[in-house]
């Protein structure tokens, strides 16, 4: 009896092993505008806000929104790991529009404070301030989301320090009618940009559609090892892709134009292309192995580097070859929605 005993114990104990070896998968919580966040977040007992699902949420959670609009700022505090990212998304052909008209001034609309984590496939309109705004995070993914009538930028990723963000991806968003603080258009600098990065090194920014800014459509300040890959950048203010104290950055693959809309001119001339610059900032970083190569630029003219403020000038970089043309209707006559 005693034997036996003793190979029933071991057993368990090899099971326990196992069993603690083997990473268990969180369950869907799910929200509804008809939920109520005392609810344990079921599909029969869904959460009534998104920041409740985003509390309750732990490694490999995945956060299902039936559609609706929510008027809430949505604050996400909790990631994720590599195999088990925290993914939130809309329930399958449902519209969640997340809308910040009624939210405090100067407030980030869906604040991402977590690593590991997958915001994609939602509506974020009327922020105070940004649309979604990652801080000092890494490994989140940003995607497929449609975010317009910001005040500030329509997507931020960054940190002040660096090694606090990385490795993050901003991509297949449509980005549009954001930096609302600067649509009068009388800054003279300072204002924010249509996607954003700062100090957030190898960062991805790929596939997007990126117009209609009252800033820089995507710009990178203070970021090393950036791609910026196959977007559609158009009819924004001032440059429409920005690289200011960027180093190693590749550009690739992109189509960068206007549309004559005089409503983004500045000093009466449609925003400039594709823009290197070394501006006068807290982590100063030089021109560096910076690769602008196979991108489409039209009626904005040429790459070009401002020889301005630090002006570090362009150190082992490449530039060419880009197609530049004067003519930009051929990039969007198909598209006349714009």
């Known amino acids: 009896m005693a034997?036996?005993?003793?190979?029933?114990?071991?057993?368990?104990?090899?099971?326990?092993?196992?069993?603690?070896?083997?990473?268990?998968v969180a369950a869907t919580l799910y929200v509804s505008r008809t939920g109520e966040d005392s609810n344990p977040g079921t599909i029969s007992l869904p959460f009534r806000s998104i920041s409740k699902a985003a509390q309750e949420a732990k490694p490999g959670s995945k956060i299902m929104v039936a559609g609706g609009l929510y008027n809430e700022v949505v604050v996400i505090p909790v990631g994720g790991t590599a195999e088990l990212p925290v993914t939130f998304e809309p329930a399958p052909g449902e519209q969640v529009i997340i809308d910040g008209s009624s939210s405090p001034p100067d407030t980030n609309l869906v604040q991402i404070n977590?690593?590991?984590?997958?915001?994609?496939g939602f509506t974020i309109?009327?922020?105070?301030?940004?649309?979604?705004?990652?801080?000092?995070?890494?490994?989140v993914g940003i995607a497929n989301n449609k975010i317009h009538g910001s005040q500030k930028a329509g997507i931020w990723v960054g940190h002040t320090e660096t090694g606090?963000?990385?490795?993050?991806?901003?991509?297949?968003?449509?980005?549009?009618?954001?930096?609302?603080?600067?649509?009068?258009?009388?800054?003279?600098s300072g204002w924010p940009q249509g996607i954003s990065l700062r100090a957030s090194d190898r960062s991805t920014v790929v596939g997007n559609r990126v117009?209609?800014?009252?800033?820089?459509?995507?710009?990178?300040?203070?970021?090393?090892?950036?791609?910026?890959?196959?977007?559609?950048?158009?009819d924004n203010f001032s440059?429409?892709?920005?690289?200011?104290?960027?180093?190693?950055?590749?550009?690739?693959e992109n189509k960068v134009y206007h549309t004559y809309a005089k409503d983004f001119y500045r000093y009466g001339k449609p925003a400039l292309g594709i823009m290197i610059a070394n501006e006068y900032?807290?982590?100063?970083?030089?021109?560096?192995?910076?690769?602008?190569?196979?991108?489409?630029?039209?009626?904005?003219?040429?790459?070009?580097?401002?020889?301005?403020?630090?002006?570090?000038?362009?150190i082992n970089s490449e530039i060419?070859?880009?197609?530049?043309?004067?003519?930009?209707?051929?990039?969007?006559?198909?598209?006349?929605?714009?």
């Open 125 to 139: 309109r009327n922020s105070t301030r940004g649309g979604i705004a990652a801080w000092g995070v890494h490994h």
């Open 3 to 24: 034997m036996t005993f003793g190979k029933t114990r071991i057993a368990f104990a090899l099971a326990a092993i196992i069993f603690q070896a083997v990473p268990s």
């Open 320 to 338: 060419n070859p880009n197609t530049v043309t004067d003519n930009p209707e051929p990039l969007w006559q198909p598209n006349k929605q714009h």
């Open 281 to 314: 900032t807290e982590l100063e970083l030089p021109s560096r192995d910076i690769n602008v190569t196979r991108n489409t630029l039209a009626g904005v003219g040429r790459v070009t580097y401002g020889d301005y403020q630090r002006a570090s000038g362009l």
């Open 211 to 234: 117009y209609r800014n009252y800033g820089e459509g995507i710009g990178t300040l203070s970021t090393e090892s950036v791609s910026i890959l196959g977007n559609d950048v158009f």
């Open 164 to 188: 606090q963000s990385y490795a993050n991806v901003i991509e297949r968003n449509e980005v549009w009618n954001n930096c609302l603080e600067n649509s009068s258009r009388a800054a003279e």
């Open 239 to 252: 440059v429409n892709i920005y690289l200011d104290n960027a180093p190693s950055t590749v550009v690739q």
């Open 114 to 120: 977590a690593s590991y984590v997958s915001f994609r």
